[in-house]
């Protein structure tokens, strides 16, 4: 039990080192959200489960509230993301100069938008895919 309790804490700490990571290194606002949602919440949810399985068969004690923590994260973390993804979207934040569709844009629009510029991206990204292949 020794061992599961350490597995979890490890690849809890894995996915809350990715998650900084991932804020620190991504391009923009939309990126860097989908980071410290996702990953943090994965990390923080097998930390606090590690947590439980410890007091439950360590120490005989059931914790209701890590469970009841466990079931907040995963309910509020991705709901708050999409939440403030919606807001910058409604604020014109710009996402990252590369990125070509816009699916929220289109689907409020009832149709696909694009721009010169966003031609031009996809025509300079087909330019280097084909040099990569």
Excluded: C
């Amino acid at each position: 039990m020794t061992s599961i309790v350490t597995i979890l804490v490890l690849f809890g700490v894995f996915f809350s080192i990715v998650a900084g990571i991932g804020i620190l290194r991504l391009p923009d606002m939309y990126s860097r959200l989908h980071a410290a949602s996702k990953s943090s919440t994965l990390g923080v949810s097998l930390v606090l489960l590690a947590v439980f399985i410890y007091f439950w068969y360590f120490e005989n004690q059931f914790e209701i509230t890590l469970i009841l923590a466990l079931v907040f994260i995963y309910i509020i973390a991705p709901t708050g993301a999409h939440m403030l993804a919606r807001s910058a979207f409604h604020s014109d934040v710009e996402p990252y100069q590369l990125t070509i569709l816009n699916e929220l844009r289109r689907d409020e629009l009832g149709y696909e938008e694009l721009t010169e510029e966003d031609k031009r991206k996809i025509e300079a990204r087909k330019k280097e895919q084909e040099l990569d292949e």
